[in-house]
């Protein structure tokens, strides 16, 4: 079975900081990774996936299949990252279902 | 509106009751589907449409559940003799094409049982 862990809960960091949202999984294939991210009052959007390899808002998230993880950098935090993020996994070959992580709420300090 | 809406968007339900929420997709997406997202957790699938086909039910959690989507448009999730472990925001999501690729997500039926 496949498993998304998102160790931190809660990551609060100063404007201008460097930002590492960390998503470890555990699946023994090839998945589809992915990063959702939900503003305050909005709905649950995708931000990036690993087979794109672009860069959103200044995001980037490298899949590491030997450390089996897919965390999200930012170098420079911006008030307006402020959301929670969810990390997704998707096992391919003709699977449905995404499996998401608990999420991180991401906190930008002014 | 071109998002993906679902109503109601608050329901408070005592328990034994009878549920039934819905979704109405982004017009020409082929898939749906419903998740369910506890407080403090990342969504849960439940179950998967392609059109009218109800391909994965999986995730639902009981007999309970039920989820249907008769012309391959709009949902509902219906839940019967509710409990409080229901109590959760459901989140429907559609997508262009058949294997999970973007999903477009409502923003959510909010069950709270009483």
């Known amino acids: 079975a496949q498993r998304v862990t998102q160790p931190e809960k809660l990551l609060s960091v100063f404007k201008g900081a460097p930002v590492e949202l960390k998503c470890n999984y555990s699946y023994s294939g090839s998945p589809e990774l992915f990063w959702y991210v939900q503003y305050s009052r909005q709905r649950l959007q995708l931000l990036l996936r690993?087979?794109s390899r672009e860069s959103i808002k200044g995001f980037t998230a490298d899949l590491n299949k030997g450390e089996t993880s897919f965390h999200l950098k930012k170098p420079f935090a911006q008030e307006e990252d402020s959301a929670m993020y969810y990390c997704a996994l998707n096992s391919g070959a003709g699977s449905y279902q995404l499996t998401f992580g608990k999420g991180t709420k991401l906190s930008v300090i002014p | 509106g071109a998002g993906v809406s679902q109503s109601p968007r608050y329901k408070v339900a005592k328990r034994g009751q009878d549920v039934a929420l819905r979704c109405d997709p982004i017009?020409?997406?082929?898939?749906l589907f419903w998740y369910q997202q506890a407080l403090g957790q990342g969504p849960e699938f439940l179950t998967y449409f392609q059109n009218e086909a109800q391909l994965d039910k999986s995730g639902l959690p009981s007999d309970r559940f039920f989820a249907e989507r008769p012309e391959g448009s709009v949902s509902t999730l219906k839940i019967q003799r509710t409990q409080q472990e229901d109590s959760a925001v459901y989140l429907c999501?559609?997508?262009?094409?058949?294997?999970?690729?973007?999903?477009?997500f409502g923003e959510g039926s909010r069950l709270t049982v009483l």
């Open positions: 999501a559609s997508s262009l094409v058949v294997l999970t690729g973007e999903l477009f």
């Open positions: 690993h087979i």
């Open positions: 017009s020409g997406h082929v898939s």
